[in-house]
T-cell receptor, first 116, second 114 residues
Framework: DGGITQSPKYLFRKEGQNVTLSCEQNLNHDAMYWYRQDPGQGLRLIYYSQIVNDFQKGDIAEGYSVSREKKESFPLTVTSAQKNPTAFYLC???????????????FGPGTRLTVL | AQSVTQPDIHITVSEGASLELRCNYSYGATPYLFWYVQSPGQGLQLLLKYFSGDTLVQGIKGFEAEFKRSQSSFNLRKPSVHWSDAAEYFCAVAPRGAGNMLTFGGGTRLMVKP
């Protein structure tokens, strides 16, 4: 079955440590997105990538980094510079040209990160 | 800057009752409008979208939404709620011609009483 997988489902880290969240898709989608979800704030865009080896900052990129070495993978690193990293992180992807007027976004199941 | 407001953080309805979830947006021009649903601990699923044309749009799972330009609103409705509809619902907007750049509202959590 095609889809988006995110691992792990729950992640705990100590303050000051970097951590990498995985996002893999086998849908052959071109563009991928990372969102952060906090209670009462909806989803906010962290980074997105339209093609391999290219990515752009979203609204809240500070303290995060990404890479896009393969079409199917878009890992997100939460660095120690992120002041409040505890949140639910969602990955999404779209098929087709990312700059077209619209392509439905498909979401992964998310990773809940807790900083202890 | 564009913004999306969902005034109700929590709503509780009885099973079989009707439902309306409110969404208001602030935007320079009429954006693309969306409703998503999120089950606990899961990703988001698109319920419906509005781009243009008929202001009443039908979606999946028996949901519909009505776009009202004069009120800058895009409220979600369902005539009869089922227990399985308990979830969090998000309204989202995107600029016309850039429908992939979503801005989300804060969400409304729906609880269904038996």
């Amino acid at each position: 079955d095609g889809g988006i997988t995110q691992s792990p489902k729950y992640l705990f880290r100590k303050e000051g440590q970097n951590v990498t969240l995985s996002c893999e898709q086998n849908l052959n989608h071109d563009a991928m997105y990372w969102y952060r979800q906090d209670p009462g704030q909806g989803l906010r865009l962290i980074y997105y990538s339209q093609i391999v080896n290219d990515f752009q900052k979203g609204d809240i990129a500070e303290g995060y980094s990404v890479s896009r070495e393969k079409k199917e993978s878009f890992p997100l690193t939460v660095t120690s510079a992120q002041k409040n990293p505890t949140a639910f992180y969602l990955c999404a992807s779209i098929n087709g040209e990312p700059t077209s007027s619209y392509n439905e976004q498909f979401f992964g199941p998310g990773t809940r990160l807790t900083v202890l | 800057a564009q913004s999306v407001t969902q005034p109700d953080i929590h709503i509780t309805v009885s099973e079989g009752a009707s439902l309306e979830l409110r969404c208001n947006y602030s935007y320079g021009a009429t954006p693309y409008l969306f409703w998503y649903v999120q089950s606990p601990g899961q990703g988001l699923q698109l319920l419906l979208k509005y781009f243009s044309g008929d202001t009443l749009v039908q979606g999946i799972k028996g949901f519909e939404a009505e776009f009202k330009r004069s009120q800058s609103s895009f409220n979600l409705r369902k005539p009869s709620v089922h227990w399985s509809d308990a979830a969090e619902y998000f309204c989202a907007v995107a600029p016309r011609g850039a429908g992939n750049m979503l801005t989300f509202g804060g969400g409304t959590r729906l609880m269904v009483k038996p």
